[in-house]
Every structure is written in structure tokens, then in C-alpha cells.
């Protein structure tokens, strides 16, 4: 595990916060607010799994806020709520939204792997497609437990390896390149959102929470998996768009949540 590594998924990040690629920036109010309204009709299961209104008057904690949209969702239902990004544009994004609100709380850039915070100080921690993307994911999740209250919840989204996301990678940079003895993990690791990405079957995250109690872990079929939101511009050619075409959206529907790629845990201090 080398900083290097950290390096390249805080490079990626700072240069498109996630969710903010295609939006055009100029109306900040209209900026932040299509990202809101996007990003909950894409995974309208982001909140029923975070339950934002179980913040109020706790001590909350998002790792990894992005672009801030659900934080601003923590803070609004009166949560005292803390954020840390590895991204100065995370926190910038996050504070000018704040800002924007009338609302106050504290964001400041930081790393999963070792959170500027003493042990045992949030009720709720919170971490939204973040952990597998920091280079040492297990050091991320004990660093979760630490800060937690006992008793208090953590509530996480990893990926999961056995998913559609996963499939269409190894499709499109491993089969139709010619190498289909290319990995499910690796197709994921060089090919999925920042560098060095990694995604968990159900047992593993089992064990990456074995310290917890009551972990609860399912797996969501995501708008990635069923392919609805915008093509990606890196993606230009010929075979992408026949992707987005002929991609079996009713089969994927059909056979439900198993395959999704976004991995929920619940899990207990
Ligand atoms: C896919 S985005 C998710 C952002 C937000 N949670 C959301 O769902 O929109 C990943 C975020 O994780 C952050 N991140 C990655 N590694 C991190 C680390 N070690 N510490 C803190 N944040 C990290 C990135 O800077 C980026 O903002």
C-alpha cells in the first residue's frame, strides 16, 4: 500500500466529485439541485438505507461526502454532523452547498484510513461508495468501529464482485479485448471509477465487519447495473453505444437484487 496509491484516487476524485460529470456548474443553486434530484430518482434506495432522519440530535459522521448531497440530508434533519473527503473539491463543494443553505457543520478533508477524530465519539457513521476505493479498505472499516460509540451503527456501501457492474467491465476490457482470462477483480481494480477499485463478495464483507454485532448485509441492484444513466463521454465508440443498446435490462430486472453492485451493510458497535 503505498501513498501513490492514495494519491491517484484523490486525483481522480478532485478532478469530477462524484455525480457532477454532464451538469453544467454554471447556476450553483441549479447545479446542486439537479445533482440532488438525479442522484435520489437514480438510487431511490439511498434513502430508506441511510434512514437520514435517525440523525437528529446525534452525533453523525459521513466518510467520503463527494459533492455533499447526502450530507445535506444528515444536516437538514438536524444532525450534528461532521464530513470528511480526501478531496479538497469534496469539501469545497460540500461547504459552498452549506453555505448556499444557511447551514453550518463541519467538513474537512481527511482520510478513511486514519480519521482526525478521538475513539468512540459518533452515533451514526456513514460511508456511501467510499471505503473500497481507499487503498487499505480494512484499515478504513476498523477505523469506522473506533470512532463509533459502542452501541452506535455504522452504515456502509461497498461493492459487491458478483455483480452486473463487474460483468460489463470484464466484458468490455477483458473479452472483447481479447483477454477473458482478465478477472472479475480486476476488471474492477483498473477499470471501475478511481484506481486500484475493489469490490467484496457477501462473505468477505462478513469478515470485513467481523468485529461488529447484528451485521446486516444485502446486496442493490443499482442504476450502474441496469446502465440508466448517461453514456460516459470516455466511452465515445461504436461497441459502447451497442452496450447501451442491447444491454438485457427486463433479464437484469428479472432476476433482482442478488447481482446488484451496491453492497449494504448495517452493522453495530
Ligand atoms: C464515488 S465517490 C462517493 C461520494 C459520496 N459518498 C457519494 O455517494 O456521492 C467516492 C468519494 O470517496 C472519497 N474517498 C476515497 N478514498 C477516501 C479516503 N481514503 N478518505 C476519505 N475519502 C475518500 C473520494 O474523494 C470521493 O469523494
Redesign the pocket.
Known amino acids: 500500500m503505498t501513498d501513490a496509491a492514495?494519491e491517484a484516487?484523490?486525483a481522480h476524485?478532485d478532478a469530477t466529485?462524484?455525480?457532477t460529470r454532464d451538469l453544467s456548474p454554471d447556476d450553483r443553486r441549479a447545479f446542486f439541485r439537479e445533482l440532488e434530484d438525479e442522484r435520489y430518482a437514480l438510487e431511490p434506495y439511498i434513502k430508506p438505507f441511510a434512514r437520514f432522519w435517525e440523525g437528529r440530535d446525534k452525533d453523525v459522521l459521513e466518510?467520503?461526502?463527494?459533492?455533499g448531497?447526502?450530507f445535506m440530508q444528515w444536516v437538514r434533519a438536524g444532525a450534528r454532523a461532521t464530513g470528511?473527503?480526501?478531496?479538497a473539491q469534496?469539501v469545497a463543494l460540500t461547504q459552498e452547498r452549506l453555505a448556499l443553505e444557511g447551514l453550518s457543520a463541519t467538513v474537512t478533508q481527511?482520510?478513511?484510513?486514519a480519521l482526525p477524530f478521538d475513539d468512540a465519539r459518533f452515533d451514526i457513521v456513514y460511508?456511501?461508495?467510499?471505503l473500497h476505493?481507499?487503498p487499505n479498505t480494512p484499515r478504513?472499516i476498523d477505523e469506522v468501529y473506533r470512532v463509533l460509540k459502542p452501541g452506535g451503527r455504522a452504515r456502509v456501501m461497498i461493492y459487491h464482485l458478483y455483480s452486473w457492474v463487474a460483468v460489463m467491465k470484464w466484458a468490455m476490457h477483458g473479452a472483447a479485448k481479447g483477454r477473458p482470462q482478465m478477472s472479475l477483480r480486476e476488471a474492477v481494480h483498473d477499470h471501475l471509477?478511481?484506481p486500484g477499485t475493489k469490490a467484496y463478495t457477501v462473505p468477505e464483507a462478513r469478515a470485513l465487519f467481523g468485529r461488529f454485532r447484528d451485521v446486516a448485509v444485502r446486496t442493490q441492484l443499482g442504476h450502474g447495473d441496469l446502465l440508466l444513466m448517461r453514456p460516459s463521454e470516455r466511452y465515445p465508440g461504436r461497441a459502447h453505444q451497442l452496450l447501451w443498446r442491447a444491454w438485457p435490462r427486463p433479464l437484469i430486472r428479472l432476476l433482482g437484487n442478488r447481482f446488484g453492485t451496491a453492497m449494504m451493510i448495517e452493522a453495530t458497535r
Open positions: 492514495k484516487v484523490r476524485w466529485p462524484c455525480g466518510v467520503g461526502v463527494g459533492a448531497t447526502d470528511v473527503d480526501l478531496t469534496g481527511g482520510d478513511a484510513e460511508s456511501y461508495g467510499v476505493h481507499s478504513a471509477e478511481s
